[in-house]
């Protein structure tokens, strides 16, 4: 009996065991307590989207709450009546030129600060953070000095310079994190083969630079795209506003165009959208990389 019983027991050992499952808080919620606020959150989310939407296609003096039938004289009237085509076109001029601006000025900085030891180092990474704490309205009196005696008033080179150099420390800072996730390996190899810093930085680090600089040159844009500030102090010439002040136009002290300020606010945000959708990829690959060694 005895011998019976022990092979028994060694099939029971050596048969594998199943893992045994753990049982989260997560599993013992019912799902109507998770579900339930997630919806009233994305109710609450999409009620001024869809306010937005019934102004900007509803006609003028309904009170319907479908926007039908629907109507585009709000955009007609904003893209013509109100100028924003000039705004859009100059919110586009302001946007890439602050891009490019940015994004090179940032690439050079960065790679000096991931790159090359010095002793003030410390000191400038520190006055890089702190200077993120600034904000934009204690710049406006000295940049508007400066622009002054530059006789750079009224031109949209004043925004900008003013938006690149508001930019640019979170932008260092994030391309030379980027750049230290680089192993420096790849340029010296470079530089065996013959190639110089200049040639080694181009052929291989850059590339692998890519999502870095698509997530810095996209803050830029958009940041430089959304500002109201220095487009507003800088610039008096209707001519050469932008769309976050053209915004600012359609709203009177005595009324306000609610249909003409709903269609402004959807051609404001159209292109940022679009900037999102298509690189939503790589601005949180960027990000992420830029901000795991400082």
Not at 134 to 148: C, E, M, R
Not at 237 to 245: A, F
């Given at each position: 009996m005895i011998t019976e019983i022990a092979p028994a027991r060694e099939q029971e050992s050596a048969a594998p065991q199943q893992p045994r499952k753990v049982r989260r808080a997560w599993d013992e919620v019912p799902r109507w307590q998770i579900y339930l606020p997630l919806g009233i959150y994305l109710v609450f989310t999409l009620i001024p989207f869809y306010w937005i939407l019934?102004?900007?296609?509803?006609?003028?003096?309904?009170?319907?709450?479908?926007?039908?039938?629907?109507?585009l004289d709000?955009?007609?009237?904003?893209?013509?009546?109100?100028?924003?085509?000039?705004?859009f076109q100059n919110s586009v001029y302001v946007g890439v030129a602050t891009l490019i601006l940015t994004t090179v000025v940032?690439?050079?900085?960065?790679?000096?600060?991931?790159?090359?030891?010095?002793?003030?180092k410390r000191a400038f990474m520190l006055?890089?953070?702190?200077?993120?704490?600034?904000?934009?309205?204690?710049?406006?009196?000295?940049?508007?000095?400066?622009?002054?005696?530059?006789?750079?008033?009224?031109?949209?080179?004043?925004v900008i310079l003013a938006e690149t150099v508001f930019q640019l420390p979170l932008s260092m800072i994030l391309i030379s994190g980027f750049i230290r996730n680089v192993p420096q390996s790849l340029e010296e190899a470079a530089w065996v083969d013959g190639c110089n810093r200049f040639s080694a930085f181009r052929i291989v680090v850059l590339p692998l630079l890519r999502p870095g600089l698509i997530a810095v040159g996209s803050f830029a844009f958009v940041h430089a795209w959304n500002h109201f500030?220095?487009?507003?102090?800088?610039?008096?010439?209707?001519?050469?506003?932008?769309?976050?002040?053209?915004?600012?136009?359609?709203?009177?002290a005595d009324s306000v165009d609610l249909g003409a300020l709903a269609a402004g606010g959807i051609v404001a945000a159209i292109p940022v959208v679009i900037v999102f959708a298509f690189i939503q990829k790589w601005l949180i690959t960027g990000f992420s990389a830029g901000a795991v060694k400082g």
């Open positions: 019934l102004f900007a296609f509803r006609p003028a003096g309904s009170t319907s709450l479908v926007p039908w039938p629907m109507t709000h955009f007609q009237k904003v893209w013509t009546e109100r100028s924003f085509g000039v705004y940032a690439l050079a900085g960065g790679y000096a600060l991931a790159r090359f030891e010095f002793k003030v006055a890089l953070l702190c200077s993120q704490f600034v904000p934009g309205a204690l710049l406006l009196v000295p940049l508007f000095q400066i622009f002054a005696k530059l006789q750079m008033i009224n031109s949209l080179g004043s500030l220095f487009a507003l102090m800088f610039l008096s010439d209707q001519s050469k506003q932008t769309i976050p002040v053209g915004l600012n136009t359609l709203m009177s």
